[in-house]
Structures are given as C-alpha cells and as structure tokens.
Nanobody, 126 residues
Framework: VQLVESGGGLVQPGGSLRLSCAAS????????LHWFRQAPGKEREQVAA????????YVARSVKGRFTISRDNAKNTVVLRMDNLRPEDTGIYYC????????????????????WGKGTLVNVSS
C-alpha cells in the first residue's frame, strides 16, 4: 500500500484547508484510512478515520465540529476537510492505512497502522 498526501500549507487562524491522500495497492482488501498529526515536540495523534466502505467515520474530540473526513473508493482517495483552524492544529499530517473490514471507525494506536504516508505540513499562523 502506498499513500501520498497533498494539500498542506500556511493558513491564518480561522481559515480552512483540504488535505487529500491518494492510495494505491489497496486492491480488494478492506482498509480503514486514517489521518494522524504530529506537532513539534509532541507524539503523533489520530485525528480522523473512515471505514473501508466509507460509510462510517470518526473524528477526535479535539477537532470535532471542525474537521470532516470522507472517502472516494472509485478514486482511491481520502480527504480531510479542516475548517476554523487554530494555531494548535499546526503539525505534519499523515495518511495511514489499517487493514480491517471493521464497520465502525474509531480510535486506534499508531502500532495498529499498517502503512504510512510521508506527511504534509500544515502551519496555522497569522
């Protein structure tokens, strides 16, 4: 599985960004797709997840109401829409794949991830 993120950049507080992850090698296997982020000096944390069929999603409490995750299996992409961004949202955002046919998306450990992208930098600053 290969994952390639795009869409990061510099944005002012209150602004919006749309991150995209292009996935290849998923074939017919079930994979949940996740977004994680890592701020400078902090541990990597999960932000959002979507099931293999794209019909169930999860977002972390810290971004609930501001971030939305969606998946297009025809295009093999997963998108993280981020609104009302705050300086504390700054960090490297990683796309991740977890091999599973789970029907409910939820929190996972970084140790449960099977594949990682290289990340895209999001900088929220005035």
């Amino acid at each position: 599985v290969q994952l390639v993120e795009s869409g990061g950049g510099l944005v002012q507080p209150g602004g919006s960004l749309r991150l995209s992850c292009a996935a290849s090698g998923l074939a017919s296997n079930g994979y949940l797709l996740h977004w994680f982020r890592q701020a400078p000096g902090k541990e990597r944390e999960q932000v959002a997840a979507v099931t293999a069929r794209g019909d169930n999603t999860y977002v972390a409490r810290s971004v609930k109401g501001r971030f939305t995750i969606s998946r297009d299996n025809a295009k093999n992409t997963v998108v993280l829409r981020m609104d009302n961004l705050r300086p504390e949202d700054t960090g490297i955002y990683y796309c991740a794949a977890e091999r599973s046919w789970a029907i409910v998306a939820g929190p996972i450990s970084i140790h449960d991830v099977d594949s990682w992208g290289k990340g895209t930098l999001v900088n929220v600053s005035s």
